[in-house]
């Protein structure tokens, strides 16, 4: 059984960092897991992905440079650092995870193609 327990929303001040973790219950059945994010009225949107055996990360260009999604296996931890936020990065943050392997060019940031959620984490950025 996977479960996935994400943590550490709140709110924070534009320019300033803010970390998110997911408690992954087991990272061994994992293939790619990654962040997601929706605001009221707005369809949810990747943020960040990583490829778990490899240690490849992905990002969106809208984050790319200010965020880092990071693992770490032996804490059973998903991780989103979030530096330089602006108040356009608020939103409910959740984990996800997919633990089927992919195949070809795999759409990281489609929240269909992942099978199991974490609740989210609400982030407030405030100019």
């Known amino acids: 059984e996977v479960q996935l327990v994400a943590s550490g929303g709140g709110s924070v001040e534009s320019g300033g960092s803010l970390t998110l973790s997911c408690a992954v219950s087991?990272?061994?059945?994992?293939?790619?897991m990654g962040w997601f994010r929706q605001a009221p009225g707005k369809e949810r949107e990747g943020v960040a992905a990583?490829?778990?055996?490899?240690?490849?990360?992905y990002y969106a260009d809208s984050v790319k440079g200010r965020f880092i999604i990071s693992q770490d296996h032996a804490k059973n931890e998903l991780d989103l650092q979030m530096n330089s936020v602006k108040p356009e990065d608020t939103a409910t943050y959740y984990c996800a995870a997919k633990t089927s392997r992919p195949s070809g060019s795999w759409p990281w940031s489609v929240p269909s193609e992942y099978n199991y959620w974490g609740q989210g984490t609400q982030v407030t950025v405030s100019s």
């Open positions: 087991r990272f061994d059945v994992m293939y790619f």
């Open positions: 990583i490829y778990t055996s490899r240690y490849i990360p």
